[in-house]
């Protein structure tokens, strides 16, 4: 099927737009600030979009936007054929906009992604819904568009691609400088069961991971492009293979050896991380310098309810320490709303951040996601609201978008006591402290490798930079920054880059937390007025797991 230019010429291969939509802006992730300081647009470039641009046939003319990076214009859509996008629930807003903006313009949308994969039913004005992970799909669609269908569902297997065959991103679609750091992925899919998350509806339960070839020409492709610094592996739980990423690992230590260092890493891992010091050892070696995990809560009931029995094992404290002795420091999840939290919950979670040591801290109210254990219980509950799976247009995230069903404490406590922990946790005092500690403890390995004068250059700059903002943009909190800079000079230089990357990120958090705050404020003032009335609730209905998924929950209880 040959497509037709503006004077109807036949054209021999389709013209592709991929357009990664915009997150929406009140978010925890945003870090604007920091993207400013270090000369960048957004945080990293769209590794799903860029993936599915390595799948498409080579015959096809390609083009990606990115609307975090800069502007999506008319000509840019008029140009292609075909439009693909897509995204997560916190661009559902902007994924919506642009399907409505690419049908005004005669332009036909094929969408795929987390969120239309979980959450069909919103997209339905998309022309193609492509659904799940696309090594598994993506060439049914391709041979409909080529015998000529222009609209259609594919559903993918789940839990069945190959991994092993992805092919290398078209990292040559997108501009390095735009981002703050690049990703790639090792493996899909975590072990644990936990009773919030997505991540085993999406991709199951059992981690299949891609070869240590494979990885390791991702890599050198990136140096190839003329790439360096900070890669992230963006896998959900980095270590859910133990046995897959400690054969890797030493090959990534002799690659990055080989190449003097060209990268450091940073991933996401459970906690449990902790408890292998081969494991750990081996991260440093590599050149992993932080890692982020999902701690939720300090309360052993909740933990248990939720399905995080991983973190009711051990001490939370000890086991951070354990990492910061490795070399790489850490950022968290936590989260507010759970049913079986009682009273005051609050003080244990600041006590918890603070003892700990994490300077980065993400706390957001618990939100029932679209095909979780969570909706589906509180659905059977009759609990949910109607309209749980939207993303309102002002909602960031979970910060200030959760608690979408009816809470069985009240709700006003909840936000009272989310309120309290964001408050304390990002006082100025409190941040810069964690951070001083945080500091003094990480044992950063010492590589041999001495940067090019080029790049000393560069980092002093955004350190000068960095000192500028604190002291004249930020007076309020000039003297804990001093303090922890000094400190840090003084006793652990070696760890100086690491409470810098911390401390220009509160540049980001300080505003923000002041932002959630007062988003509480107008919430809870609702509530005790009695004009906040809680949205229709969805029709109880049976409990029933979506296909694919339901033989692997009996094992959540041995898990």
Same mark, same amino acid.
Request: hydrophobic share 40%; with cysteine; glycine share 6%.
């Given at each position: 099927?040959?497509?037709?230019?503006?004077?109807?010429?036949?054209?021999?291969?389709?013209?592709?737009?991929?357009?990664?939509?915009?997150?929406?802006?009140?978010?925890?992730?945003?870090?604007?600030?920091?993207?400013?300081?270090?000369?960048?647009?957004?945080?990293?470039?769209?590794?799903?979009?860029?993936?599915?641009?390595?799948?498409?046939?080579?015959?096809?003319?390609?083009?990606?936007?990115?609307?975090?990076?800069?502007?999506?214009?008319?000509?840019?859509?008029?140009?292609?054929?075909?439009?693909?996008?897509?995204?997560?629930?916190?661009?559902?807003?902007?994924?919506?906009?642009?399907?409505?903006?690419?049908?005004?313009?005669?332009?036909?949308?094929?969408?795929?992604?987390?969120?239309?994969?979980?959450?069909?039913?919103?997209?339905?004005?998309?022309?193609?819904?492509?659904?799940?992970?696309?090594?598994?799909?993506?060439? *049914?669609?391709?041979?409909?568009?080529?015998?000529?269908?222009?609209?259609?569902?594919?559903?993918?297997?789940?839990?069945?691609?190959?991994?092993?065959?992805?092919?290398?991103?078209?990292?040559?679609?997108?501009?390095?400088?735009?981002?703050?750091?690049?990703?790639?992925?090792?493996?899909?899919?975590?072990?644990?069961?936990?009773?919030?998350?997505?991540?085993?509806?999406?991709?199951?339960?059992?981690?299949?991971?891609?070869?240590?070839?494979?990885?390791?020409?991702?890599?050198? !492709?990136?140096?190839?492009?003329?790439?360096?610094?900070?890669?992230?592996?963006?896998?959900?739980?980095?270590?859910?293979?133990?046995?897959?990423?400690?054969?890797?690992?030493?090959?990534?230590?002799?690659?990055? !050896?080989?190449?003097?260092?060209?990268?450091?890493?940073?991933?996401?891992?459970?906690?449990?991380?902790?408890?292998?010091?081969?494991?750990?050892?081996?991260?440093?070696?590599?050149?992993?310098?932080?890692?982020?995990?999902?701690?939720?809560?300090?309360?052993?009931?909740?933990?248990?309810?939720?399905?995080?029995?991983?973190?009711?094992?051990?001490?939370?404290?000890?086991?951070?320490? !354990?990492?910061?002795?490795?070399?790489?420091?850490?950022?968290?999840?936590?989260?507010?709303?759970?049913?079986?939290? *009682?009273?005051?919950?609050?003080?244990?979670?600041?006590?918890?951040?603070?003892?700990?040591?994490?300077?980065?801290?993400?706390?957001?109210?618990?939100?029932?996601?679209?095909?979780?254990?969570?909706?589906? !219980?509180?659905?059977?509950?009759?609990?949910?609201?109607?309209?749980?799976?939207?993303?309102?247009?002002?909602?960031?995230?979970?910060?200030?978008?959760?608690?979408?069903?009816?809470?069985?404490?009240?709700?006003?406590?909840?936000?009272?006591?989310?309120?309290?922990?964001?408050?304390?946790?990002?006082?100025?005092?409190?941040?810069?402290?964690?951070? *001083?500690?945080?500091?003094?403890?990480?044992?950063?390995?010492?590589?041999?490798?001495?940067?090019?004068?080029?790049?000393?250059?560069?980092?002093?700059?955004?350190?000068?930079?960095?000192?500028?903002?604190?002291?004249?943009?930020?007076?309020?909190?000039?003297?804990?920054?001093?303090?922890?800079?000094?400190?840090?000079?003084?006793?652990?230089?070696?760890?100086?880059?690491?409470?810098?990357?911390?401390?220009?990120?509160?540049?980001?958090?300080?505003?923000?937390?002041?932002?959630?705050?007062?988003?509480?404020?107008?919430?809870?003032?609702?509530?005790?007025?009695?004009?906040?009335?809680?949205?229709?609730?969805?029709?109880?209905?049976?409990?029933?797991?979506?296909?694919?998924?339901?033989?692997?929950?009996?094992?959540?209880?041995?898990?």
């Amino acid at each position: 099927m040959h497509e037709r230019d503006a004077s109807g010429t036949a054209r021999l291969h389709p013209r592709v737009l991929l357009v990664f939509p915009l997150f929406n802006p009140n978010s925890f992730w945003n870090f604007k600030e920091a993207c400013e300081l270090y000369g960048a647009r957004c945080v990293a470039p769209p590794l799903g979009l860029t993936t599915l641009a390595a799948l498409l046939p080579e015959s096809w003319d390609l083009r990606l936007v990115d609307r975090n990076a800069r502007e999506l214009a008319d000509e840019d859509i008029l140009w292609a054929d075909l439009v693909l996008t897509g995204g997560m629930l916190p661009q559902q807003c902007d994924t919506l906009a642009v399907i409505e903006r690419c049908h005004r313009l005669g332009r036909p949308v094929c969408l795929g992604g987390p969120d239309p994969t979980s959450n069909p039913d919103v997209y339905a004005e998309a022309d193609f819904l492509v659904l799940g992970e696309a090594e598994g799909i993506i060439g *049914r669609f391709v041979e409909a568009w080529e015998a000529g269908e222009r609209s259609g569902r594919f559903d993918a297997e789940k839990f069945k691609a190959n991994v092993a065959e992805s092919p290398i991103p078209r990292f040559d679609l997108i501009r390095f400088k735009d981002y703050l750091y690049v990703g790639v992925q090792f493996s899909r899919g975590c072990p644990f069961t936990c009773e919030f998350c997505d991540i085993i509806e999406l991709y199951g339960r059992v981690p299949r991971t891609k070869t240590n070839e494979q990885m390791l020409a991702e890599l050198e !492709r990136l140096l190839s492009l003329g790439y360096r610094g900070h890669v992230d592996f963006v896998d959900d739980n980095l270590i859910g293979n133990k046995k897959a990423i400690k054969k890797f690992l030493p090959e990534l230590i002799s690659w990055q !050896r080989r190449n003097g260092y060209p990268f450091q890493f940073s991933t996401e891992a459970s906690l449990n991380l902790a408890d292998d010091a081969e494991l750990l050892t081996m991260m440093s070696e590599a050149n992993f310098f932080v890692v982020f995990t999902g701690i939720e809560s300090p309360d052993q009931e909740t933990l248990v309810a939720m399905q995080k029995k991983q973190n009711t094992r051990r001490s939370i404290t000890e086991s951070v320490e !354990r990492i910061y002795a490795a070399g790489i420091y850490v950022t968290a999840g936590f989260i507010v709303g759970f049913d079986t939290e *009682r009273g005051d919950m609050a003080t244990p979670m600041i006590a918890c951040v603070q003892d700990s040591n994490i300077p980065v801290a993400m706390v957001g109210l618990l939100h029932a996601l679209p095909n979780t254990q969570l909706m589906r !219980r509180l659905k059977r509950e009759g609990r949910l609201f109607e309209g749980y799976n939207l993303a309102p247009a002002e909602a960031g995230d979970q910060c200030t978008g959760g608690l979408n069903f009816t809470t069985l404490r009240p709700r006003a406590e909840i936000l009272k006591d989310y309120r309290r922990v964001i408050e304390e946790i990002y006082a100025p005092k409190a941040f810069f402290e964690r951070a *001083r500690t945080m500091a003094r403890k990480l044992k950063r390995p010492q590589l041999g490798v001495q940067p090019p004068p080029r790049v000393v250059m560069q980092e002093l700059k955004l350190l000068l930079s960095a000192c500028r903002r604190m002291t004249l943009q930020r007076p309020e909190i000039a003297r804990y920054f001093w303090a922890t800079l000094i400190d840090c000079f003084r006793h652990n230089p070696a760890a100086l880059e690491a409470a810098m990357m911390n401390m220009v990120l509160y540049l980001h958090l300080y505003p923000f937390s002041r932002h959630v705050i007062a988003e509480l404020d107008a919430r809870i003032a609702e509530i005790e007025q009695g004009t906040w009335h809680a949205p229709a609730l969805m029709p109880a209905e049976a409990d029933v797991a979506p296909a694919g998924i339901a033989s692997l929950l009996p094992q959540a209880a041995s898990a």
